[in-house]
């Protein structure tokens, strides 16, 4: 089977594998929705705007709610199923097959980036449908990117993460003790401009701050360029990435906890 056949092969399974979970499902794509609508219908129709994007509370939600669909899709999804698979043996098992593991890689990685495109566009159409928000062919090119890049950053962080996850029991405490802190510090949950001064740079410090920046900006009515869109807040995202694919080949792990 050629290189491309193989990858499909695999992108498919994996792809399948996801939407076949009803959990993985209802928490990268229904928890959002919930979000959405349930913070919509608390915060939505004043007619105030937060001080840093200049959007209306409602249409803040949008973006916001895209970053945790982004967040939830990749690093979440990934670094809870490879700890299952890992300690049920799955891993072990793929590792004796003749499957490259830069096929495994990519294909899990694509498939997540897949999903988290689908959850931004159902988001956005939920958006643009409930919000009113602003749709151009320069903010979808620059939502597209961030998804694309973002998505991709978050699985080498998830795959990192699974080196520190000791077994399946502590894969869910673990993935929600990093990742909630951060979406409340990092203005997902709220403008972080309203957060103390010493919050903010803590948030500012992690990739999801900087994920949830670019969505704001691109969808920012002050948005200009042929993509709205800042690379600054991309880089760094892309950073962290590098980082956590770097980690990842140093430490990743094939074996249960108990095979050590």
Known sequence: MTGFRLFWHQFTFEWKMFWRNPASVFFSVGLPLVFLFLLGAVFGGAEDKDPTYGLL???YLV?????LGIVSASFVNVAMTI???RELGVLKRLRGTPLPTSIFVS???ASAVVNSGLIALVILFAGYV??????????????LIIVVVGSVSFCALGFALTIVIPNQ??????????TLPLYFISGVFGDAANLPTFLATIGEFFPIYHLGAGLFETFSPDASGVIALDPKNLAIVAAWGVAGLLVSFWKFRW????SN
């Open 57 to 59: 509370t409602d249409q």
């Open 107 to 109: 294909a899990r990685t």
């Open 169 to 178: 029991a502590a894969a869910p405490a673990i993935t929600n003790m990093i």
């Open 83 to 85: 700890v299952y698979q």
């Open 255 to 258: 074996e249960p906890q108990e």
């Open 63 to 67: 973006p916001a709610i895209m970053t």
């Open 130 to 143: 409930a919000y009113g928000i602003d749709i151009d062919g320069a903010r979808l090119l620059g939502t």
